[in-house]
């Protein structure tokens, strides 16, 4: 069974920094790119962040670029997001998901974490 | 990037009834296109890929079609568990997709 169980979300002031976590479970981690994506209080969802299954490519949202970074440790099954000078506008719930791949390309996430809650505000 | 245009952005029905929902992509993206349901306080779920293949597991009330720049989700006869907000997702350029803003399926 697949799992991915994020962790690290709280309440920091803005310019703060934080760093997420992604435990995974289930599945053959290095073989699957895995992505942040995010959902502000009552809106929709957000991609921010996506890295290869080898870690040698990286790809950012515009909202997030420089201030953010993705990475992952093979060895240890788990996705990080730190995230640095954080915004009132960086306040979502932020889940970790997997990449689908189907014999059309990658379609999008197919396992999803429960999300954790990153607010920002003094 | 592209913009993905949801409509409506709700929608109250009844048990048994038939919902569509569309979604419009602001350049054509082929059949990269990924329907997902998610519930209050829970992560989305894969619904549909490809426009038109249904996830295992997902009921067979489900079932999307388009291509291009047009696409729907359309659920045959809704059920209780069907309540939920829908949204689309362009693949056309993974992993630099976007969602649209997403369709609140209502009870009546």
């Known amino acids: 069974e697949v799992q991915l169980l994020e962790s690290g979300g709280g309440l920091v002031q803005p310019g703060g920094s934080l760093r997420l976590s992604c435990p995974a479970s289930?599945?053959?981690?290095?073989?699957?790119?895995m992505s942040w994506v995010r959902q502000a209080p009552g809106m929709g969802l957000e991609w921010v962040s996506t890295?290869?299954?080898?870690?040698?490519?990286?790809f950012y949202a515009d909202s997030v670029k420089g201030r953010f970074t993705i990475s992952r440790d093979n060895s240890k099954n788990a996705l990080y997001l730190q995230m640095n000078s954080l915004r009132a506008e960086d306040t979502a719930v932020y889940y970790c998901?997997?990449?689908?791949?189907?014999?059309?390309?990658?379609?999008?996430?197919?396992?999803w974490g429960q999300g954790t809650l990153v607010t920002v505000s003094s | 990037d592209i913009q993905m245009t949801q409509s409506p952005s709700s929608v109250s029905a009844s048990l048994g009834d038939r919902v569509t929902i569309t979604c419009r992509a602001s350049?054509?993206?082929?059949?990269?296109l990924t329907w997902y349901q998610q519930k209050p306080g829970k992560a989305p779920k894969l619904l549909i890929y490809?426009?038109?293949t249904l996830q295992s597991g997902v009921p067979s009330r489900f079932s999307g079609s388009g291509s291009g720049t047009d696409f729907t989700l359309t659920i045959s006869s809704l059920q209780p568990e069907d309540f939920a907000t829908y949204y689309c997702?362009?693949?056309?350029?993974?992993?630099?997709?976007?969602f649209g803003g997403g369709t609140k399926v209502e009870i009546k």
């Open positions: 890295i290869s299954g080898g870690a040698t490519s990286t």
């Open positions: 997702q362009q693949a056309n350029n993974f992993p630099r997709v976007t």
């Open positions: 490809a426009a038109s």
């Open positions: 289930g599945f053959t981690f290095s073989n699957y790119a």
């Open positions: 998901a997997k990449a689908y791949m189907t014999t059309t390309g990658t379609v999008g996430f197919d396992y």
């Open positions: 350049q054509g993206i082929s059949s990269y």
